[in-house]
Each structure stands twice: as C-alpha cells, then as structure tokens.
C-alpha cells in the first residue's frame, strides 16, 4: 500500500510533542526560579559560571514554551530551544558530579531524558506527515521551504509547495543519475550554509518568508561558484510545479490530444523510405 507522503492537519504526535514541551518549558522555568532564589540547595555554589547557567537555562525554557505553542509556526524557536537544553543538561549535570551536587545531577539527567523524549516526538511527528523517498527528512523539510520561495504567485498559486516538493522527490526517485548525491548536497548547503550570507546563524526551514527570500536572490544574483546551486533550485522548482496537471489547467495548457483539431487524426508514426538506400541490383 502507498501510503500518503503528507498530512496537512496535525497528527498525534505533533499534539503529544506540543503538551510536552509546554511541560519541560514549565518545569524548566521552574527549576531556573529554584536554582536562581536557593543555589545552595538546588544549584552548584553561586558564582558567575552558575549565574550564566541559570541565564541560559531559563532562555532554553522561554524558547521550547514558545515552540510548544506552535510546532509549525515557531521551527526556529524549537531548534534553538532544543539545543539550548542539550547544552544546559550535559552542563548541570557535569558541575553536578564535580561539586557533588545531587539535586544538580538529578536535574540534568532529568532534562537529557526530556531532551531525548522531545528529539523521538519530534522525528515521528515528521515521519507521519512526510514519507520522502529520495530527500531525508530534513532535506525534504528543506525544499519545502525552498519551493514556497523559488514560486511566487502573489498567493494565486495553483498547487502547495508541499504538492511540489512531493512531485520532486517522487520524480528524483525514480531516476538514475550520478547528479542525484549532488542534489542532495545542494539541499544540506541549503540548509545550513545559505542563511549565514544573509547572517542568520539558523536552518533555512526554520527562516522566515522574507529573509529565504533575500538568502535565495543573493545566490542568484552571485554567480561564480554559487551558479550551480542557483540553477539546481531554479530546474526542481519549475518541474515540480509547472510539472503538475493542476498548474497546466491554471495556465491554460491544453494537452495535444485533448485539443479540438487532434481530435480523430491519426498520430501514428508515419514511415518514410530511406532516401540514401541503394535498391538491390536487378539479377543479370
């Protein structure tokens, strides 16, 4: 069975995720109040390091509230949020054992166990609304993004970008090319490497539609060794969505054969002598 490569709505991983980062959010905000009113008793001995990690434990909180209150909306603040609570569990937990600090330890094993429950929501909140077979995940997320910028139709646009990244990616699966790792490297370049000329240190999915949109003019307009990723986005764009039937209607394309003058005629191939073979010699 083939099952759908997308859901628009969200599925139920998506609402598990949302409640529990509105819980890690809460009970980080609550363990950065503890750690900061008694550090004695819930945090390291306080010092200037400790203050910092109070500081950026309670911005881990602030930005995965924030992301739990849109998963969709707010990418950038659950990419940040994440990794703010990676760095702030292995640090609680580290200062922890080296100042023999067990409400310290206990904390930061609890927010690596947090951490790891949000990454797996996460991934399978994506595997159900995507199912990708040539892009990973991530590329696909990706070229969401890069279809929604490359094709502007002042909001009249025939089909979604996630119709034309779904065609591109069912299209690139079913060919044989040695450009296809190529086109996969271009989407990781993408990714992490097109927002810092525009200096945005975050994934270019997690971009808003204005800033992708500079990001993706810069490289057009720069050439040199940015041409190649310039024309890759420009050709999977176009296939994708001129490609599909729905956009053909929109503009008003008219297959050959649905056209009133090809009605009835005969479209066999039509066979012709070779004018440049020599007839065979008449037997003597």
């Known amino acids: 069975m083939d099952y759908p490569v997308r859901v628009y709505g ?3 991983y998506e609402i598990l995720l949302a409640r529990v980062l509105a819980a890690i959010g809460l009970l980080l905000l609550a363990w950065t109040v503890a750690a900061a009113g008694w550090p004695g008793t819930f945090a390291v001995a306080p010092t200037s390091a400790s203050g910092v ?6 911005a881990a909180a602030m930005a995965i509230v924030l992301a739990g209150a849109g998963l969709r909306q707010n990418g950038a603040a659950l990419d940040v949020g994440l990794a703010l609570l990676a760095a702030v569990a292995v640090t609680w937990t580290a200062t922890g054992i080296a100042d ?5 330890v206990a904390a930061g094993a609890a927010m690596l166990a947090a951490l790891a429950l949000a990454w797996a929501l996460r991934r399978a909140a994506l595997r159900a609304r995507y199912k990708p077979r040539f892009f990973s995940l991530r590329q696909f997320q990706t070229f969401v993004q890069v279809a929604d910028t490359m094709i502007d139709g002042d909001g009249r646009e025939a089909i979604d970008p996630v119709d034309v990244a779904v065609r591109v990616d069912h299209l690139l699966a079913e060919t044989r090319s040695s450009a296809l790792p190529l086109i996969k490297l271009v989407m990781v370049l993408v990714e992490w490497v097109l927002p810092l000329l525009v200096l945005r240190p975050l994934p270019f999915s997690a971009l808003g539609s204005n800033v992708r949109r500079t990001a993706v003019e810069r490289v057009i307009g720069a050439g040199g060794l940015l ?16 490609g599909n039937p729905a956009t053909m209607r929109q503009l008003g394309y008219v297959p050959f054969d649905e056209r009133p003058r090809a009605v009835g005629v005969d479209q066999s191939p039509a066979h012709y002598p070779d004018p440049f073979l020599q007839p065979p010699a008449p037997a003597p």
């Open 53 to 58: 990690l109070v500081g950026v434990t309670g």
């Open 227 to 242: 041409r190649p990723i310039a024309r890759t986005l420009k050709v999977l764009s176009c296939v994708g969505y001129y």
């Open 10 to 12: 969200p599925n139920v």
């Open 100 to 104: 023999s600090r067990g409400v310290a």
